[in-house]
């Protein structure tokens, strides 16, 4: 195992079935995996984006903080929601957590995520050198 790379874990089920970690550092990057509004009891948090986004953003504050990085070291977000008519919630939220830090972002509708009930999904890269 490569002994230079750190990993964070959020002890998601999924994590062990599919092999992933949350977040992996290799260096001054890091990369936080596709993280959805679902707590460690396996429940889907917030029935809105907005909630859900600012559930998946403290979730991935808290992968960051576990490799020593924070909000303020992500250059790039990336962001898939279920259904674009609800994009106001989410940039409301995006707006909420990094206004001021404006890392470069997209943001693309997909058909569906692993659950039904999750509305958004969120990876995020960032740099601390």
């Not at 230079?4 to 890091?30: D, F, L």
């Not at 990336?78 to 997209?106: K, V």
Request: charged content about 25%; aromatic content about 6%.
């Amino acid at each position: 195992m490569d002994q230079t790379k750190q990993r964070a874990y959020s002890g998601s089920r999924w994590e062990e079935q599919a092999a992933y970690c949350r977040a992996i550092r290799s260096g001054p990057q890091i990369a936080v995996s596709g993280t959805t509004a679902v707590n460690g009891a396996g429940e889907v948090v917030g029935g809105d984006v907005h909630d859900q986004a600012i559930f998946v953003f403290t979730k991935i504050r808290t992968a960051l903080r576990d490799l020593g990085a924070d909000l303020d070291d992500v250059v790039r977000t990336r962001t898939f929601l279920t259904d674009m008519r609800q994009l106001d919630g989410f940039i409301r939220a995006h707006r909420e957590t990094f206004g001021g830090l404006d890392p470069a972002a997209t943001c693309v509708e997909v058909s569906g995520l692993v659950d039904d009930r999750l509305l958004i999904e969120v990876e995020v890269d960032a740099f601390q050198p």
